[in-house]
């Protein structure tokens, strides 16, 4: 029992023994390697997506950003410059005229000298003294007056200046384009445009008497005729004469009022008046109905002085009184002197063109040229 207790042990461990050897030395089954698909896809893609996003972030960085931030200087810059409201002046400097020379302008608030081209001076003028809703022919008018005025300013000035004419009434107003930006505002390109067609249409064009350059006087409004030169400044001019301007009714300057007290009066006038009694007013008047002289307790003075000293619009005056004052009543506005500009206007209504208008307030001109009536100028 003892041996066969012995055997049976020994064959166990010789079972297990066997059964180990076999297990680690077998040789192993050698297989194709397959990759597993859902791990290798799901690890692609995470590295995929990374990247594509890596990619638009560096596309945004470059083309977006930069516009971020270059825009709202630029806004600021238009706002600054007025650009986003008023459109830059889309004629420049009337580059296709030609200026045979440049005007100098004092400006009045700057105290500067401004060199502007002939032309370019010519429009901005013109867009200064006369309103854009102007007939064309009318504004051909006024650059024709406009050109030739400053022209024969700078030919017989005393030239002891620097400059050759103010930007005020004195000459001609004159202003900058900022300027006529701010007063015409989203008008400003369409009445320019107008304007410059104008002037163009007369370019390098004077006004001449017996071949010599006029003074082509203007103002607005007439009172039914224009006045002659003598009988508001000193001189006699022969192309300055009287005429009849029926057009002027229209203006809504035509027709003004002032009221001052009679205390007023005396101190403006340097005068003593007579109180609670009717003032004693003689008048006397031009050939266009201006007033001449007009006496008042024994002192007398001219139409102008009186319309300078009250600041009236016109010579052409009434004077009205009503208890302890007087009425002023005015027709037209202005000295009354040569071409009126709402008579111009009205003579382009009924189709007269520039030449006609032109010829029609000054009286046996011609309309020459700046190489024939001025070549000291244009040589230089």
């Not at 930069?66 to 238009?78: E, G, K, Y």
């Not at 420049?92 to 060199?115: C, H, M, Q, W, Y």
């Not at 032309?119 to 009318?138: I, Q």
């Not at 009186?306 to 009205?320: A, G, H, P, V």
Request: charged share 25%; no cysteine.
């Amino acid at each position: 029992m003892k041996k066969q207790l012995e055997l049976k042990r020994k064959q166990t461990i010789i079972a297990k023994s066997n059964s180990t050897i076999s297990h680690s030395k077998s040789p192993k089954k050698l297989t194709p390697f397959k990759p597993k698909k859902q791990y290798l896809t799901k690890k692609s893609a995470t590295w995929r997506l990374p990247a594509v996003l890596l990619i638009s972030m560096l596309i945004t960085i470059i083309l977006v950003v930069p516009t971020l931030i270059v825009t709202p200087f630029v806004t600021d810059n238009q706002q600054k410059s007025g650009a986003t409201e008023i459109q830059p002046d889309s004629g420049g400097e009337l580059d296709s005229l030609t200026s045979p020379f440049s005007v100098a302008v004092i400006r009045s608030k700057s105290e500067t000298v401004e060199d502007v081209p002939l032309e370019t001076y010519v429009s901005r003028v013109v867009a200064s003294e006369m309103p854009a809703k102007f007939e064309l022919e009318a504004l051909k008018a006024q650059s024709l007056a406009a050109r030739t005025y400053v022209i024969n300013h700078i030919l017989y000035q005393n030239g002891d200046t620097e400059y050759d004419v103010t930007d005020t009434t004195k000459h001609q107003v004159y202003k900058d384009e900022r300027e006529l930006q701010q007063v015409m505002k989203g008008s400003y390109t369409e009445n320019m445009d107008k304007i410059k067609k104008a002037v163009q249409a007369t370019e390098g064009e004077i006004i001449t008497y017996k071949n010599d350059l006029i003074t082509p006087a203007f103002f607005s409004t007439s009172n039914g005729y224009t006045e002659n030169s003598e009988d508001y400044w000193e001189n006699e001019l022969p192309y300055l004469r009287s005429v009849e301007s029926k057009w002027d009714e229209e203006s809504p300057k035509f027709l003004d009022q002032k009221i001052f007290m009679i205390n007023e009066v005396e101190k403006v006038l340097e005068l003593n008046l007579p109180e609670d009694a009717a003032l004693p007013i003689e008048v006397t008047r031009t050939e266009s109905n201006r007033v001449d002289q007009l006496a008042i307790a024994e002192n007398t003075f001219s139409g102008r002085e009186i319309r300078e000293k009250f600041e009236l619009q016109s010579s052409d005056f009434t004077i009205e009184q009503k208890n302890d004052h007087l009425i002023f009543t005015t027709k037209g506005f202005g000295h009354g002197i040569g071409m009126s500009q709402y008579g111009a206007n009205g003579m382009a209504k009924e189709g007269k063109t520039y030449k006609e208008i032109v010829k029609h307030y000054y009286k046996d001109v011609e309309v020459s040229t700046i190489t024939d009536s001025a070549p000291t100028l244009v040589s230089k």
